[in-house]
């Protein structure tokens, strides 16, 4: 008889449920949010569910309070902890709430109560080593390392601690290496040693290695934000700006005033558009090649060509502004002449009349008789002087608008017809204008 499958158990049922929750439990939730993180949303569920407890018993704020740890709500971790039981669990996780704010003194206070009040000595110790070495402790951090003997050497967590703390003081890079290389082995998913190696391979510039790492460490729950920080970074240098949005996505999401993920993130939106611009111009130059070609160039009919000729269709391109029905009412110009040229434009991915329908206007004359001297040499110089923002000059580049004189003979409908161009860009040009004195055409 064929053996039923394990049934794992739900998220909720081991945050919600009355049995015991320690580190087990907690690695076990990590462990499944990171191999499956369509299980994410129940742990914002249970969160949700233990905050909106009227009562809380101080067990069930363990749980509320290591799931805000897990969720980067690192003060509403520290509060809730700071009123729970008391015990072991509750004083290492205010001491990780504590190290993710940067709060290095008092993150050592509460892992020396949490060891005190029972918590596993040495997973202790190496939080302590950890706070440490990021306060600029080496010295510290690397005593504490020394001094740990016995099976917790073999842990990765151990070697990690190890490798990073060698790391800080720039000695040896290849021992470093692989002691990274060692906790991977032991375990796959340690975020630490994986962004440690992921560090040393971008310090070396093998950015291939680098990024495979850097996002083997992002997929482990709870992500550091270093590597999310890291890796979007090298998205950008290969120019996939689109991914490392993404990235600073995700470290708003948790932290949404984190300055430097708001900063690169805009860079990387900007960077978006200007790739987009980018490939649209290399698309248009590429069309426009193609449109130049001269017909003669092509093997067409006596009376196909006579009858272009006199049409004064000469280029591919002016192909493109005449309609079937045009060529039709040529003289001498019949259906086996239009097969003929339909087959070489779409030899050239191009189609009779594809842009007959786009008649190129020209800005209205503008009277700038009532201008001083002054405001008419303003017109001259170029739309850089207004300070624009980001967004807004993308979008005079898109119209091909150099300089302020351009631009006011634009109307608002002119401006708001540009992509990515809305209502807050044009009242932006507005004011702009305003302080110079000038105005858009028809305002």
Same mark, same amino acid.
């Not at 029972?118 to 690397?142: F, S």
């Given at each position: ?28 939730? !990590?462990? +499944? ?23 809380? #018993?101080?067990?069930? %704020? ?12 690192? *003060?509403? !971790? ?9 015990? !072991?669990? !509750?004083?290492? $996780? ?21 060891? =005190? ?7 202790? &110790? ?6 440490? +070495? ?8 690397? *005593? ?26 720039? =000695? ?56 999310? &920080? ?33 900063? $690169? ?38 009376? %196909? ?30 259906? #086996? ?23 190129? #206007? ?23 002087? &207004? ?45 702009? &204008? ?10």
């Amino acid at each position: 008889m064929a053996q039923m499958p394990e049934v794992q158990p739900q998220l909720k049922d081991i945050l919600l449920s009355n049995s015991s929750f320690g580190p087990s439990e907690i690695k076990f939730v !990590a462990e +499944r949010i990171c191999n499956d993180f369509s299980q994410f949303p129940q742990l914002k569920e249970v969160t949700q569910e233990l905050e909106g407890q009227m009562s809380r #018993t101080p067990a069930s %704020s363990v749980r509320l309070g290591v799931c805000q740890y897990m969720l980067g709500r690192y *003060s509403d !971790a520290i509060t809730t902890l700071e009123n729970a039981d008391g015990g !072991a669990l !509750a004083q290492f $996780y205010q001491g990780k709430s504590h190290f993710g704010l940067g709060g290095y003194d008092r993150a050592i206070e509460c892992y020396e109560a949490a060891k =005190t009040a029972g918590y596993d000595n040495d997973t202790c &110790l190496l939080a302590i080593a950890e706070c440490k +070495r990021h306060a600029g402790d080496l010295e510290g951090a690397m *005593s504490i390392v020394d001094n740990i003997f016995g099976p917790t050497e073999q842990t990765a967590e151990y070697l990690y601690q190890r490798g990073a703390s060698i790391a800080a003081t720039c =000695t040896n890079p290849e021992e470093v290496c692989r002691l990274y290389e060692r906790a991977v082995e032991i375990d796959e998913q340690h975020g630490g040693a994986l962004f440690g190696l992921a560090l040393e391979n971008d310090r070396r510039g093998n950015d291939e290695k680098a990024i495979e790492l850097y996002q083997r460490a992002a997929a482990v729950f709870p992500t550091n934000v270093g590597t999310l &920080l890291n890796l979007g970074l090298l998205y950008e240098d290969h120019e996939q700006y689109e991914r490392a949005a993404r990235c600073y996505d995700r470290i708003l999401e948790s932290f949404p005033t984190h300055d430097r993920a708001i900063l $690169y993130r805009r860079d990387s939106v900007a960077s978006m558009d200007e790739q987009y611009d980018h490939d649209r111009e290399k698309m248009r130059q590429q069309i426009a090649g193609v449109m130049s070609i001269p017909i003669a160039q092509f093997e067409l009919s006596v009376r %196909s060509r006579n009858c272009l000729q006199k049409m004064g269709i000469l280029m591919l391109g002016d192909l493109t502004k005449v309609s079937e029905s045009e060529l039709l009412n040529s003289k001498n110009f019949g259906e #086996t002449s239009l097969v003929e040229i339909r087959e070489m434009m779409a030899n050239k991915g191009l189609m009779i009349g594809q842009f007959a329908n786009q008649k190129e #206007t020209e800005d209205e004359p503008m009277d700038t008789s009532h201008l001083s001297a002054d405001e008419q040499a303003l017109l001259d110089r170029p739309i850089s002087d &207004l300070n624009l923002s980001v967004r807004a000059r993308k979008c005079m580049t898109r119209l091909g608008l150099a300089t302020i004189g351009e631009l006011i003979r634009k109307s608002p409908d002119d401006l708001l017809e540009c992509k990515n161009f809305g209502v807050t860009s044009l009242t932006e040009v507005r004011e702009k &204008l305003t302080q110079v004195s000038l105005k858009l055409r028809g305002e």
